[in-house]
């Protein structure tokens, strides 16, 4: 991370805290690693950012419905999922650092850093050509490039074959024949490569009747799984559909750092879309449009996203991509989209010996449907969302402010209602408006300093509208509307404002 993206990122961090977004948690104890808590705003971002996403998914999509399944399952759906054997993180440790890494995040970063050279070298080229540039071309005929993309190729299907055939005396060797150091000690003394299993587990029961070692589930999506014919028999639920799910996850995270990035409890919004088989690439690929426009439509610049297929497949997958937000730690995966084939439903139905078929009436036939997942940590997109909305603006009287330009649709107030002064009746008529907006919409009330300062606060808790509330209103009903982007403010009736935020909120 650049020194600039780092302050960034610390000044993200600090203003989490500061506002009463996201704290540490239990920080009178000096904190739980990787854990965290969501306070008063945080509470209220999460929550729309939850039902944005149910909105999108459940209410718009006639065949998708939603489910809420317990975090503890029996521990034999482990078994089946392959989470019990195969929910492993390749670790390694620096001798010099005592830090400890994902082998296969340390060689990622060590080719994104390949990439970036090939971004300067293309960055160079337009410079130098001109309008007339052909960056596919320059790529594909200019040696040096070739020469770096080549590498990339090679470390890539390298480290593929290392996971796939679970050779970690080779992943080592790969990490040293690449010069891979440390970032914190710089050297390269590394450990052997290890497998880590990243379930947590306790045990149901008490000991003395015996007691049964359950997981916390590491992703939601088994819930989903274990329920399909319930839900398609139930709601008469007709091929293709789909079953989504928000809900706690819980993966012992070894390398967990980056505020609330990587946590050992945090939350995923998952779909299961059940389809027939040999339909599943073009649900794939349907999805991945789906999702991303998703992601399009909260304003968001698209140069904030991109895709990345995965190198090294789940156990359960046979296409997998991620969509990568550019974070201020870099471009780094925000939600999965998988084609998942069979293999959870045929998991589950060798170990529970049920059937878990669907009869398809067009083809007169049993089959047990292939399966396409979207999946989207929470608490990424949140981290996604305050990273983009954080700004720090001077402003043409040379003044400055911080803003976080969050989505309106989003934003934990949608609007402050401020009396100008703290006498001749307008915290009396302030509060009058608020009575008349609070229940469509999350208002803040504040009369403490001068205006200018409550504006700035709203800023920086990412209010879209401000209601000012001055001496004219007493004599015509009228308020001043401030927007947070533009600082722009236009005179409306009182009795306008809440069609006039209702549009705003839309658009
Ligand atoms: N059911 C598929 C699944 O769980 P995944 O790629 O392991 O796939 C899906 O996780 C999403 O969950 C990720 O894209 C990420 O946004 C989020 N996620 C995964 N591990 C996380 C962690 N430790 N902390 C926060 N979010 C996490």
């Known amino acids: ?265 945090f939350e995923q919004m998952e779909m299961q879309f059940f389809v027939k088989p040999g339909t599943e690439m073009e649900w794939y690929e349907s999805w991945k449009n789906e999702r991303m426009a998703w992601h399009m439509s909260l304003g968001m610049t698209a140069d904030q996203y991109r895709f990345h297929d995965h190198i090294k497949l789940a156990h359960y997958a046979n296409a997998a991509a991620d969509i990568e937000f550019k974070f201020p730690f870099g471009f780094k995966e925000l939600e999965g989209i998988h084609s998942r084939t069979d293999f959870d439903l045929k998991q589950h139905e060798e170990h529970s010996g049920k059937k878990l078929q669907y009869f398809d009436p067009e083809e007169n036939k049993n089959y047990v449907p292939y399966v396409v997942e979207t999946s989207i940590g929470l608490d990424r997109m949140f981290l996604a969302i305050l990273s983009y909305a954080y700004q720090e603006e001077t402003l043409e009287d040379g003044s400055e402010r911080v803003v976080l330009r969050i989505p309106a649709k989003l934003a934990p107030y949608k609007v402050a209602v401020l009396p100008l002064t703290k006498k001749d009746g307008l915290p009396e008529k302030a509060r009058e408006v608020i009575d008349g907006l609070k229940e469509d919409f999350m208002c803040q009330y504040d009369e403490k300093d001068a205006i200018g300062r409550r504006y700035r606060r709203q800023d920086a808790i990412g209010t879209p509208f401000a209601v000012t509330v001055d001496h004219q209103t007493l004599e015509d009903n009228t308020v001043t509307i401030r927007e947070r982007d533009s600082m722009q403010q236009d005179r409306v009736a009182i009795a306008d404002l809440e069609g006039i935020i209702r549009r705003k909120l839309k658009g």
């Open 1 to 265: 991370m650049s020194v600039q993206a780092e302050d960034v990122f610390k000044k993200v961090i600090s203003h989490a805290k500061e506002y009463g977004f996201v704290f540490q948690s239990s920080e009178i104890y000096d904190g739980l690693s990787a854990v965290y808590d969501y306070g008063q705003l945080g509470a209220e971002l999460k929550n729309n950012i939850k039902q944005y996403w149910w909105k999108s998914m459940v209410q718009m999509h006639e065949n998708i419905v939603g489910i809420d399944s317990a975090i503890f399952m029996h521990p034999t759906t482990w078994k089946a999922s392959g989470h019990v054997d195969a929910f492993n993180d390749p670790l390694i440790d620096n001798k010099d650092s005592k830090k400890r890494y994902r082998a296969d995040v340390l060689v990622e970063d060590h080719i994104e850093k390949i990439r970036t050279k090939v971004d300067k070298e293309v960055e160079k080229a337009a410079n130098r050509f001109g309008e007339s540039f052909d960056a596919d071309m320059f790529k594909q005929t200019n040696p040096r490039v070739m020469g770096y993309l080549d590498k990339i190729t090679a470390i890539e299907d390298r480290m593929r074959t290392c996971l796939e055939n679970g050779d970690l005396a080779d992943f080592k060797q790969l990490i040293i024949d690449e010069e891979i150091s440390d970032p914190i000690s710089g050297t390269k003394n590394w450990t052997d490569v290890r497998q880590f299993n990243l379930m947590f587990s306790t045990e149901m029961g008490s000991v003395a009747e015996g007691s049964n070692k359950i997981y916390l589930r590491p992703e939601t999506a088994q819930g989903i799984f274990v329920n399909f014919l319930n839900v398609q028999k139930s709601g008469r639920m007709k091929i293709p559909f789909g079953i989504a799910q928000i809900g706690k996850a819980f993966r012992n995270e070894i390398v967990a750092r980056q505020f609330i990035f990587r946590m050992r409890e």
